[in-house]
């Protein structure tokens, strides 16, 4: 029996759009990093076509990169069969959770690094069907130049002076599939903070891209969500093709 005969019809909720405006804007500013760690000592295998953050093939969520975890998330490495696509190699990262208001936690990792010759994003991701969660992206530009995320004294799901950028991504699939995600697609959700644009770069001392996350929400309130993830990278793509902002995208929850 598959596993969506088990669960209940998917039907919309009351209220879903002021949850979702709540999952958007809380608690999701997890950590702090000040660090003096290079990105080329985080990430030893990159190089000038594209900035690897994990491949997670040395099978551990601890070290190059490290990857932290917040909320109600279990985040496990997952070993390919060996029938499992060439691309993903040995081993994925696999998150899933109970939700809380849909929300259920994610894992983060510092970067540091300067992308700005890149304008993509790139990883593999599997889903297990219709209702196996939504992935929200989020990255970090530092904008007052000091390698550190400085959390909002009054607002503590926002950093106080630099940018946040998401993207919401459905994921509504069974198996693998690559996902490419242009970088000007990604929305600023603090227009009063940082100066709005997406500059990751080492100028002016800047730590560049500081730190991305990635959150896992639910698609239904019945189906515990489970993603996994593989080979993530930042890209130079030739051609973008433009879409117009979502922003605040409630639909990928929908
Ligand atoms: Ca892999
Ligand atoms: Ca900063
Ligand atoms: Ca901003
Ligand atoms: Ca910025």
Not at 58 to 84: C, K
Not at 178 to 188: A, C, E, G, M, R
Request: net charge negative.
């Amino acid at each position: 029996m598959s596993y969506i005969s088990n669960i209940r019809k998917h039907r919309p909720f009351k209220n879903q759009r002021s949850n979702i405006v709540a999952v958007i804007f809380l608690c999701f500013f997890s950590f702090l990093f000040r660090s003096t760690t290079t990105a080329a000592e985080i990430f030893p295998q990159n190089s000038n076509s594209e900035f690897i953050i994990d491949t997670f093939e040395d099978g551990n969520l601890d070290r190059e990169p490290l990857w932290w975890q917040f909320g109600d998330i279990d985040v496990t490495i997952s070993v390919h069969p060996s029938n499992a696509p060439s691309y993903l190699s040995k081993y994925s990262m696999k998150i899933k959770g109970n939700a809380n208001e849909w929300y259920v936690g994610g894992v983060g990792t510092f970067c540091g690094a300067d992308l700005s010759k890149f304008n993509a994003i790139k990883f593999y991701v599997k889903g297990k069907g219709e209702h196996s969660g939504t992935l929200l992206i989020e990255m970090y530009d530092d904008d007052n130049n000091n390698w550190e995320l400085e959390p909002h004294p009054k607002i503590p799901s926002q950093p106080l002076f630099d940018d946040r950028f998401v993207y919401t991504k459905k994921v509504d699939w069974n198996g693998w599939k690559s996902v490419t995600i242009p970088l000007s697609h990604f929305s600023d959700v603090n227009p009063n903070i940082g100066d709005n644009i997406w500059n990751p770069n080492h100028k002016n001392s800047s730590g560049g891209l500081l730190q991305i996350q990635i959150i896992l929400i639910a698609a239904d309130k019945y189906i515990v969500p489970e993603i996994s993830i593989d080979t993530i990278r930042i890209i130079r793509l030739n051609e973008i093709k433009e879409e117009p902002l979502r922003a605040p995208q409630f639909q990928d929850w929908i």
